[in-house]
T-cell receptor
Framework: GQNIDQPTEMTATEGAIVQINCTYQTSGFNGLFWYQQHAGEAPTFLSYNVLDGLEEKGRFSSFLSRSKGYSYLLLKELQMKDSASYLCAVMDSNYQLIWGAGTKLIIKP | GAVVSQHPSRVICKSGTSVKIECRSLDFQATTMFWYRQFPKQSLMLMATSNEGSKATYEQGVEKDKFLINHASLTLSTLTVTSAHPEDSSFYIC????????????FGPGTRLTVL
């Protein structure tokens, strides 16, 4: 079967750095997405990785290792507004998005 | 980025009634639209995929006669929950994609359905 694993919940301090991991097992791979979802709202796109390595976009970076079936989302200089769920999703060989359950990130002052 | 709207944003209905949710791509033509359902503290669950002018493809376990999907134009798809029951209460989210499967999906803001 296909599955995406990510931690259920993480807590971090305002101004700090946090890394959210995602491991996946899917039938084929056509890229990995990270989305941010605030409570009661739809997901918003953060990043897309299809090649190995690190993609940096402002305070957020995303890393991919296809051989390890592993990705992480790195958030720097955390702000209170970063409190949200972070969803990892993999596009499989049929171009279907397979979603993880999301990691709820709690930021404390 | 592209904008996708959903209407209504929130609906409360009585058990047994039908509810229609609209999903519109405002500034692009959506070749494909997706309907998701999300229960509290759970992941997005894909319900169906629809291409303009053709019948929707439903995921396993999703009743096509209960969740009617119409993708009549390149900018509009509708999901009708027929004979809704309390267990259908959920957050329904649509997304739209302009071109190839590799293209990004843009999400609507979601519709919170509560069935009493």
């Amino acid at each position: 079967g296909q599955n995406i694993d990510q931690p259920t919940e993480m807590t971090a301090t305002e101004g700090a750095i946090v890394q959210i991991n995602c491991t996946y097992q899917t039938s084929g791979f056509n890229g990995l997405f990270w989305y941010q979802q605030h409570a009661g709202e739809a997901p918003t796109f953060l990043s897309y990785n299809v090649l190995d390595g690190l993609e940096e976009k402002g305070r957020f970076s995303s890393f991919l290792s296809r051989s390890k079936g592993y990705s992480y989302l790195l958030l720097k200089e955390l702000q209170m507004k970063d409190s949200a769920s972070y969803l990892c999703a993999v596009m499989d060989s049929n171009y279907q998005l397979i979603w993880g359950a999301g990691t709820k990130l709690i930021i404390k002052p | 980025g592209a904008v996708v709207s959903q209407h209504p944003s929130r609906v409360i209905c009585k058990s047994g009634t039908s509810v229609k949710i609209e999903c519109r791509s405002l500034d692009f033509q959506a070749t494909t639209m997706f309907w998701y359902r999300q229960f509290p503290k759970q992941s997005l669950m894909l319900m169906a995929t629809s291409n303009e002018g053709s019948k929707a493809t439903y995921e396993q376990g999703v009743e096509k006669d209960k969740f009617l999907i119409n993708h009549a134009s390149l900018t509009l798809s509708t999901l009708t929950v027929t004979s809704a029951h309390p267990e259908d209460s959920s957050f329904y989210i649509c997304s739209a994609r302009a071109g190839t499967p590799r293209d990004e999906q843009f999400f609507g803001p979601g519709t919170r359905l509560t069935v009493l």
